[in-house]
């Protein structure tokens, strides 16, 4: 694993934080002459932990690379990273830790929604821009409005794309399986919404536990729901599981994911019955031989030995937007500037335009279908 950027600490201190106050000169907290300093919180640990890893891995290339080259205006990146478990309260007291204690100019890369939510307030406050993160619901990045500068499609446009996708090919009866929190939830109702809009109503919808001990009766509700498709919003290896459980249990389902789902990871946990696994991906082809940034991408990952796939490549262009950002706003870095430099910002990175000037905190709508193999390749 790449680690030189990505710094895990414990978030255990940070119980016992009260309210905060950031003094007058907070704008300028996490730079000095030599450093710029981001904070992130994500899960790091367990079964949904593993491509969160990959995620900051990626990025770590991108920030990396900056650094070998002397930085940006003579600062070199760092990235402070706590571990929240997906839990709102973990989560708060981590965004409350990394402002008071690491001083941290901005975030980078938070992840999930609950916990997005839940620090939606203190990171206002502090002024801080968040850029980039994972696995954020759409209700989640609307609280926290002009802070965060959210790169990924909203999984309101994944849906839509799946439903359209598979209306297309003539499959309508579609069940939806999700992770069993706030931004699992809200994703169903997205479907379930893409569906009413073609005037059709889910066969299933499964809430499946992120810790695994509800897989194998996930899989029989969904083979008993007689779908002819599952769209599925798990991360990790919920989903291999949970598609073995629901052929084990007599279903004759096809599965498409959503981005968070690793085709990877699913490959080595399915087998041979991959093939039939599509996945909606909100990054461009990671393996492209024309396009010189995923040609850089593939050179970095190889050489720091990070699993190279559409994981690490999402942190690594969320990485050059950040990079992007800080660069934009100068020598003169505040975090007023560096809004300034974001909210102006219009960029193509590897053929996925990104625009933050409107009036969405989200800059790209970039969706494309792809299979997975057998073998964890992807075929477009």
């Known amino acids: 694993m790449h680690r030189r950027n990505f710094i895990a600490a414990s978030a255990a201190a940070a119980a016992g934080l009260g309210p905060l106050s950031f003094p007058a000169h907070a704008a300028e907290s996490g730079v000095t002459d030599s450093e710029i300093v981001l904070g992130h919180t994500g899960i790091l640990s367990g079964p949904l932990g593993v491509p969160v890893k990959v995620v900051m891995a990626g990025a770590g290339l991108a920030f ?7 930085g940006l205006s003579g600062r070199k ?5 706590l571990d929240d478990e997906l839990k709102p309260e973990k989560a708060l007291a981590n965004y409350e830790k990394l402002l008071a204690e690491h001083r941290v100019f901005a975030f980078f890369g938070c992840v999930g929604s609950g916990t997005t939510a839940a620090g939606a307030k203190v990171v206002n406050q502090s002024g801080a821009p968040t850029v980039g993160g994972y696995a954020v619901s759409d209700s989640a990045r609307e609280k926290m409005g002009g802070a965060g500068y959210f790169v990924r499609a909203t999984f309101a446009r994944e849906a839509q794309a799946l439903v359209q996708h598979l209306t297309t090919i003539g499959v309508s009866r ?6 069993d929190n706030p931004g699992g939830a809200e994703v169903a109702k997205l479907v379930e919404a893409a569906l009413d809009t073609l005037k059709l109503k889910p066969e299933a919808a499964v809430a499946v536990k992120g810790d695994g001990t509800t897989n194998e009766a996930s899989g029989k509700a969904l083979a008993d729901s007689k779908a002819q498709a599952v769209v599925m919003y798990l991360g990790g290896g919920i989903g291999g599981e949970v598609m073995k459980a629901a052929w084990a ?3 004759r389902q096809m599965f498409y994911g959503m981005s968070i789902v690793p085709g990877d990871v699913t ?3 399915v087998g041979d019955k991959t093939s039939g696994l599509a996945i909606s991906q909100i990054v461009p082809y990671p393996w492209s031989e024309v396009d010189a940034t995923a040609r850089e991408f593939r050179q970095l990952a190889e050489r720091a030995k990070v699993d190279l796939g559409y994981l690490s ?3 690594y262009v969320n990485a050059l937007v950040m ?3 800080l660069r934009r706003t100068g020598r003169d870095l505040t975090r007023a500037k560096l809004h300034t430099a974001l909210k102006a910002m219009k960029l193509r990175i590897g053929g996925m335009e990104i625009d933050f000037t409107g009036a969405s905190n989200t800059g790209s709508r970039f ?3 792809v299979r997975v193999t057998k073998e964890g390749k992807f075929i477009r």
Not at 64 to 70: E, L, S
Not at 77 to 81: A, G, L, T, Y
Not at 174 to 179: E, T
């Open 77 to 81: 990146i760092r990235v402070v990273s």
């Open 267 to 269: 490959a080595r946990l």
């Open 249 to 251: 249990a007599g279903g």
């Open 367 to 369: 969706i494309e279908m």
């Open 174 to 179: 579609i069940a939806v399986a999700y992770l």
């Open 323 to 325: 990079i992007e950002g």
């Open 313 to 315: 490549y999402e942190g």
């Open 64 to 70: 990396d690379a900056v650094n070998a080259q002397g």
